[in-house]
């Protein structure tokens, strides 16, 4: 028998999962569900599962920072995630298996199967999630949930963001623009480790694509397609240190 827990801060991702292991995989038993890096964590301790579904962006951090808090990993786990990046090629070679969403029912029942061949000693689980870690600090590419389904862009093309209450705008190299269905903050968490720095409580931006900065209270960031971007006073040292460190 799998023990599992499925850690994803929505709850339709969760019901997804959960309803898939329970029609499908009755080789596996449902510890619990948890939300939060916080309740994804206490609820790994106190159940000790074999295999974690892991959501890799949530309100209070990443699937990456949960992993992180434990001195030793002794389950397997299978990403479930909107986010295409280089860290899925470790995912594969390191057998620790992933889900791009919308989920595909017949990916999770693969997983399972994946997971019911290979029950890897606690060092080794240890090691794959290690290299997993120091992976997942380079991004190539996210899928963006928008209003239609997934926009799927390179990181290296993405000029700014703004936030749009709980919403975002996305700003590309080539002019287009849209909006995706998640708040600036997850995407400031997302690409803290890249050429990102949140410079206002409204704009996220690529230093690749500042052109000119203008003295003031905070100051002014020119970008590369023309927008004039405040920068806030209290972000002024972070933003100016991260520009003239490059």
């Known amino acids: ?12 991702g969760r019901n997804v999962v959960s309803n898939v292991l329970k ?30 579904f892991l959501d890799v962006q949530m309100p209070d951090g990443t699937g990456f920072n949960l992993l992180e808090q434990f001195d030793e990993i002794a ?16 995912f594969k070679y390191s057998a620790i298996d992933y889900i791009l969403k919308p989920i595909d029912p017949q990916l999770l029942i693969e997983a399972v199967e994946k997971a019911g061949r290979f029950t890897p000693a606690k060092s080794q689980a240890a090691e794959r999630v290690v290299s997993l870690l120091e992976n ?3 991004i190539s590419k996210i899928a963006l949930p928008t209003q239609n389904g997934y926009r799927f862009v390179k990181v290296q093309d993405i000029v700014r963001c ?26 400031e968490e997302l690409l803290k480790n890249e050429s990102f720095v949140r410079v206002h409580q409204s704009h996220l931006i690529n230093l690749n ?7 003031g209270d905070g100051g002014t960031a020119i970008m590369s397609d023309g927008s004039e971007i405040e920068v806030s006073r209290r972000k002024k040292e972070l933003f100016l240190m991260r520009i003239l460190h490059k």
Not at 1 to 8: E, F, G, H, L
Not at 35 to 52: E, M, Q, R
Not at 165 to 173: D, E, H, I, R, S
């Open 1 to 12: 028998m799998i023990k599992a827990v499925i850690i994803d801060d929505e709850a339709e």
């Open 23 to 52: 029609n499908y995989c009755p080789e596996v038993e449902i510890l619990g569900e948890a939300d939060s890096v916080a309740s994804g964590f206490n609820l790994i301790k106190k159940t000790s599962p074999n295999l974690v």
């Open 209 to 215: 694509y500042v052109e000119q900065y203008i003295k």
């Open 136 to 138: 997942s600090k380079n």
């Open 75 to 90: 389950f397997q786990v299978v990403f479930v995630t909107a986010y295409e990046q280089y860290a899925i090629r470790a």
């Open 162 to 187: 703004e936030s749009d209450n709980n919403y975002t705008l996305f700003y590309l190299q080539s002019n287009e623009h849209f909006i995706v269905t998640r708040t600036l903050k997850d995407y």
